[in-house]
């Protein structure tokens, strides 16, 4: 099974700050990333898929890079509604797994 | 628009056989894939299985000889059905439309607790 490691598990910010999200894959995934925002007592929503494509909807504030086993997700210039957990998850293969999350908080 | 509803009990007894649906509307389950995600309260998301267009299944290894998951598409409806439920069973089930990888559309999720 594809093991994804995300870093850190929380982060306080402050609206306005940009803040970065990284998730490590346990092998090569090309490319195959994708990235959730979770808030609490919602269900998760796609933010990003192909490593880098933004799901329709998706401020553009929000964007993906990464290749290999390294992966990003960058938030630019923090809004309230973004203070919430970001998942990643390996789209290689089954096992789809995901990362263990990131709370991101205000600062 | 698309939307997925899950349903079924709250609460289960240890041993005991849990039974989900999900009804899905605007998109057809022979053109989609569903699949099952758990998320253990306060804790993270965990795949459990998937039913794709053409029927065929993937199950994730750790509950594959418990889970089985099937659809009736006339009904536009997924089935998870779990059996020898244990207490770490417990948390929120979601089903979500997978267009390959991503999941790209979510339920509200259902909570079950597994507690005698």
């Known amino acids: 099974d594809i093991q994804m490691t995300q870093s850190p598990t929380s982060l306080a910010a402050s609206v306005g700050e940009s803040v970065t999200i990284t998730c490590l894959a346990s092998e090569d995934i090309y490319g195959s990333l994708v990235w959730y925002q979770q808030k609490p007592g919602k269900s998760p929503q796609l933010l990003i898929y192909g490593a880098t494509i933004l799901e329709d909807g998706i401020p553009s504030r929000f964007s993906g890079s990464g290749s290999d086993t390294q992966y990003s997700l960058k938030i630019n210039s923090l809004q309230p509604e973004d203070f919430a957990s970001y998942y990643c998850q390996n789209g290689l293969s089954t096992p789809w797994t995901f990362g263990g999350g990131t709370k991101l908080e205000l600062k | 628009q698309v939307q997925l509803e899950e349903s079924g009990p709250g609460l289960m007894q240890p041993s005991e056989t849990l039974s989900l649906t999900c009804t899905v509307s605007?998109?057809?389950?022979?053109?989609?894939?569903v699949g099952w995600v758990r998320q253990p309260l306060g804790k993270g998301l965990v795949w459990m299985g998937t039913?794709?267009?053409?029927?065929?299944?993937n199950y994730n290894s750790a509950v594959q000889s418990r889970l089985s998951i099937s659809r009736d598409t006339s009904k536009s409806q997924v089935f998870l059905k779990m059996n020898s439920l244990q207490p770490e069973d417990t948390g929120t089930y979601y089903c979500a439309r997978q267009m390959g990888a991503p999941f790209d559309y979510w339920g509200q999720g259902v909570m079950v607790t597994v507690s005698s």
């Open positions: 605007g998109f057809s389950l022979t053109s989609n894939g």
């Open positions: 039913i794709w267009a053409g029927g065929s299944t």
